[in-house]
Structure formats: structure tokens, C-alpha cells
């Protein structure tokens, strides 16, 4: 007589265990979720490749979307960008030699936007495309304070703003200065 071959009940205990360690994955991955210490607060310490984990996608999205900004720059379109940063960005991102004290209490940090990187001589996002700048004003950063005005602020102005930043290394005309340097409305 010849013998069955057990391969289909090899193959069934084989998937089995392979549903069974999906099941214990899932069923472990929503208790630590609920009854886990997740950092939610902006205190806590990040997960384990937090930011890797975000920016990767992040900055994939930005560099499919991004575009070219409409016009060049000019002092008019300066200081148009800047009464817009002072209304609407200044309280989270600081004016020149002036930083937001709460922005480090943030998750992550609001960014101060006149200030040169501890690491190198670059302000704020001027090492950016002004088109990277449009995507994150124009989109917001989810879970980061971020929020998008693309409901609040029309294209030329959220261009204006991301040229304005993009300049930001440089020295901009008087009125300029004298905008950001107003105090806040």
C-alpha cells in the first residue's frame, strides 16, 4: 500500500499558525493602544524612529506636489508677505531677533523662522524651495500645530509669504523690517 502524503495537512497547520500570529499581533498592538503608556503628551519622549517615520512620507508628498512659485520676488511682494506673516504666522514662528518662547513647549516645536539653525548658518526654511514652503502653508503638518490656510489665505498670499521666508538669510528692504518689527496686531 502506498502511503497518503500529509503536505495538505502540513500546509494547513502552516497557515493556521500564520492566521493565529496575525490574530496575536493585532490583539497585541490594540491592547498596548489602549491600555499602553503611548507618549501622547508634549512632554513624553518619541517613539522609536518617530520623525524618521513622518518625514519620510512627508517629504515624498511635498516633492510630488510641489510647484514653482507664479511670480519672482520684489519689495512689494516682501512686504506684502510680511504684513501676511506678522497676521498670521508670527505667533507660533517669531519675528527677526524675536523667538516664541511657548513654541518650544510645542510637539514637534514650532520652528522659529528668523533664526539660524544650531548647526549652521541657515534661517529658518530659506535652505527650503519656496515651493516646499507653499506645500506646508498651503496643506498644514498633521499632528504638529500646523494647520492649512488654504481656506484663510488666497495662493498669491501663501506665495508671498513662502518667498518671503525663503529670503529670510538675506538682508530685506527697510519697510520690510519695519513690518516685521511691528508689534503684534
Given at each position: 500500500m502506498a502511503k497518503k502524503s500529509s503536505s495538505s495537512g502540513g500546509f494547513g497547520k502552516v497557515f493556521l499558525g500564520f492566521l493565529i500570529g496575525i490574530v496575536a499581533v493585532a490583539l497585541g498592538l490594540f491592547v498596548y493602544l489602549k491600555f499602553g503608556p503611548l507618549p501622547v503628551a508634549v512632554a513624553d519622549v518619541p517613539l522609536p524612529f518617530e520623525k524618521q517615520i513622518v518625514r519620510v512620507p512627508l517629504n515624498a508628498r511635498i516633492e510630488r506636489e510641489s510647484k514653482a512659485a507664479p511670480f519672482s520676488t520684489s519689495e512689494d511682494v516682501f512686504e506684502s508677505?510680511?504684513?501676511?506673516?506678522?497676521?498670521?504666522?508670527?505667533?507660533?514662528?517669531?519675528?527677526?531677533?524675536?523667538?516664541?518662547?511657548?513654541?518650544?513647549?510645542?510637539?514637534?516645536?514650532?520652528?522659529?523662522?528668523?533664526?539660524?539653525?544650531?548647526?549652521?548658518?541657515?534661517?529658518?526654511?530659506?535652505?527650503?524651495?519656496?515651493?516646499?514652503?507653499?506645500?506646508?502653508?498651503?496643506?498644514?503638518?498633521?499632528?504638529?500645530?500646523?494647520?492649512?490656510?488654504?481656506?484663510?489665505?488666497?495662493?498669491t498670499q501663501m506665495w508671498q509669504v513662502s518667498l518671503l521666508l525663503k529670503n529670510a538669510d538675506k538682508e530685506l528692504p527697510g519697510p520690510v523690517t519695519q513690518i516685521l518689527d511691528s508689534p503684534t496686531p
Open positions: 508677505g510680511a504684513h501676511i506673516y506678522r497676521a498670521q504666522c508670527a505667533s507660533c514662528h517669531g519675528t527677526p531677533g524675536r523667538d516664541v518662547p511657548f513654541a518650544k513647549a510645542m510637539f514637534p516645536s514650532a520652528p522659529q523662522l528668523w533664526k539660524k539653525h544650531s548647526n549652521s548658518d541657515v534661517v529658518g526654511v530659506s535652505d527650503d524651495e519656496p515651493g516646499e514652503t507653499y506645500w506646508k502653508v498651503a496643506n498644514g503638518i498633521r499632528l504638529s500645530g500646523m494647520p492649512s490656510y488654504k481656506h484663510v489665505l488666497s495662493d
